[in-house]
């Protein structure tokens, strides 16, 4: 972001902007992946999904870019928490899958968040509590699991 005086203001790998995105933060990288199968009448597929770990600063907030005076949590002791002031990247699986049992009738299943991974701690997100709900929804849901049919005339 470039300020009216000319400075820029870069917050990817952090949680800012921190005031404008509730704590959500800007990860500098994020990924989908999707490989689906299909024979005959079934189909399935598997859903990867990532969010990089970010640090747990925000300029916009402290005033600082140094990432030791501008964490954005600490402990009693005034230590960073978590510790080294860095939220862990969140990675986790999704299984789908359709079967068509006849003509215009399908029932299908899914699995979300396989593993049941939880999300890495955030306690500087003030969307959630200790977790980030923009990134690492899944993760404090955890395994979930669907079932649904479907008729079509």
Known sequence: MTQPDGTVLSYVGTQAPYILSSGAGTPRQRATWTNTWKQGPVTASIIGYYVSGFDETGVDATGSASTTSACLYATALGTPFPAGCHIGSFIYFDMTGEVQVGKGFKVS?????????KPPIDPADYAGVNFNTTYHQAGIIGRYFRIGARYTF
């Open 109 to 117: 299943a899914a699995i979300q968040n396989i593993a049941g991974r």
